[in-house]
T-cell receptor
Framework: DQQVKQNSPSLSVQEGRISILNCDYT??????FLWYKKYPAEGPTFLIS?????DKNEDGRFTVFLNKSAKHLSLHIVPSQPGDSAVYFC???????????FGEGTQLTVNP | NAGVTQTPKFRVLKTGQSMTLLCAQD?????MYWYRQDPGMGLRLIHY???????AKGEVPDGYNVSRLKKQNFLLGLESAAPSQTSVYFC?????????????FGEGSRLTVL
């Protein structure tokens, strides 16, 4: 069973507009959430994280929102840039902090 | 700064052959992980280690073995490769539990089993 799910395999947006990537989880023991970005032929790189005690975390153009009651988080990128085109993975960890569970990934394409 | 290095980057095997993927990190990280990435399935954890001499099973451990004899190295072995093990394998490391630091990934190793 997929405990972390990204229902949109792909998303296409225009440069300068907002990109919103969504992620849902089912395990109520998850308490720490991360987003990773992956370019082709490279390993994923950490982008931003949020603890379950917060509902928002912002870092420059990137903001992650957490809705614990809905078991939903989202990544907002404003403004979107062509260099943001990549696969974005949502990930979650439980209190042990020893392992991450990843979603399927969403391919974001930002068109100039 | 090398970070996390995986070898080999590419490998083609015949069904039934064995091989070992090597992961090396120079960041003195305690935790190391092996993931596989398959289309539409994201990254799935195979095995992980929370310190030298320790290993633990992840989501999809069958058909794989691992060893962590030295803190900086984490080996992933396939004893008898099967076509279902065709995938891109990623090694990752972290300083400690994920509450205090994110994973650092290698560039990946593409394995094809014919």
């Amino acid at each position: 069973d997929q405990q972390v799910k990204q229902n949109s395999p792909s998303l296409s947006v225009q440069e300068g507009r907002i990109s919103i990537l969504n992620c849902d989880y089912t395990n109520s023991m998850f308490d720490y959430f991360l987003w990773y970005k992956k370019y082709p032929a490279e390993g994923p790189t950490f982008l931003i994280s949020i603890s379950s005690i917060k509902d928002k975390n912002e870092d420059g153009r990137f903001t992650v929102f957490l809705n614990k009651s809905a078991k939903h988080l989202s990544l907002h990128i404003v403004p979107s840039q062509p260099g943001d085109s990549a696969v974005y993975f949502c990930a979650a960890s439980d209190v042990s902090g020893s392992r991450l569970t990843f979603g399927e990934g969403t391919q974001l394409t930002v068109n100039p | 700064n090398a970070g996390v290095t995986q070898t080999p980057k590419f490998r083609v095997l015949k069904t039934g052959q064995s091989m070992t993927l090597l992961c090396a990190q120079d960041m003195n990280h305690e935790y190391m992980y092996w993931y596989r990435q398959d289309p539409g399935m994201g990254l799935r954890l195979i095995h992980y280690s929370v310190g030298e001499g320790t290993t633990a099973k992840g989501e999809v451990p069958d058909g794989y073995n691992v060893s962590r004899l030295k803190k900086q190295n984490f080996l992933l072995g396939l004893e008898s490769a099967a076509p279902s093990q065709t995938s891109v394998y990623f090694c990752a490391s972290s300083y400690s539990g994920l509450q205090r630091g994110e994973l650092f990934f290698g560039e990946g190793s593409r394995l094809t089993v014919l």
